[in-house]
T-cell receptor
Framework: ETGVTQSPTHLIKTRGQQVTLRCSSQSGHNTVSWYQQALGQGPQFIFQYYREEENGRGNFPPRFSGLQFPNYSSELNVNALELDDSALYLC?????????????????FGPGTRLTVL | GEDVEQSLFLSVREGDSSVINCTYTDSSSTYLYWYKQEPGAGLQLLTY???NMDMKQDQRLTVLLNKKDKHLSLRIADTQTGDSAIYFC?????????WGAGTKLIIKP
């Protein structure tokens, strides 16, 4: 258990609808990243939020948007849903860790939300 | 390019060692990850290795890093049925992780 929670676990929508997915980050983490994982593929980076600001974005259209709240929880919104948006959506919160003269950001993943678009 | 490459499948007998390979893209990556994903579950961090190391051992797991060839491997000793999962290598690029497509580890009795 990573302490990162996501809701809902499963969701079914139809084309053209809008969806909001939610993520609560691990206590003390101030950075949240969202990934899309299509069936049989590795995760693809959507965007990252740090202290309520978008900190970086992958190759996703503007109909994918997000928010981060003062308590560092986050939302992913997708407008005008398309069939290809069907995927597992993963949220990860980050903790910065240093060691051995190098540093790395350890990302802790939630269980994901399975979105099906019909 | 930005592709992290892995073989899609690996089949091993229970009790044997599993070796999962990955080729990454950026020789300046300061660390690399191995994640595990069980069916219907999210991603679990298995281990990581800093780029100034060429080997890291953690119980049954051994990570080998060849920076010259940009090759990373994960060895699982004494593979058990509970090791059945998809294994991803991932490298950091700025603020994101770049992932391979994952290697599905199949355990034969």
């Amino acid at each position: 258990e990573t302490g990162v929670t996501q809701s809902p676990t499963h969701l079914i929508k139809t084309r053209g609808q809008q969806v909001t997915l939610r993520c609560s980050s691990q206590s003390g983490h101030n950075t949240v990243s969202w990934y899309q994982q299509a069936l049989g593929q590795g995760p693809q980076f959507i965007f990252q939020y740090y202290r309520e600001e978008e900190n970086g974005r992958g190759n996703f259209p503007p109909r994918f948007s997000g928010l981060q709240f003062p308590n560092y929880s986050s939302e992913l919104n997708v407008n005008a849903l398309e069939l290809d948006d069907s995927a597992l959506y993963l949220c990860a919160s980050s903790l910065h860790v240093s060691g051995g003269g190098l540093s790395y950001n350890e990302q802790f993943f939630g269980p994901g939300t399975r979105l099906t678009v019909l | 390019g930005e592709d992290v490459e892995q073989s899609l499948f690996l089949s091993v007998r229970e009790g044997d060692s599993s070796v999962i390979n990955c080729t990454y893209t950026d020789s300046s990556s300061t660390y690399l990850y191995w994640y595990k994903q069980e069916p219907g579950a999210g991603l679990q961090l298995l281990t990581y290795i800093f780029s100034n190391m060429d080997m890291k051992q953690d119980q049954r797991l051994t990570v080998l890093l060849n920076k010259k060839d940009k090759h990373l491997s994960l060895r699982i000793a004494d593979t058990q049925t509970g090791d059945s999962a998809i294994y991803f290598c991932a490298e950091p690029l700025n603020y994101q992780l770049i992932w391979g497509a994952g290697t599905k580890l199949i355990i034969k009795p």
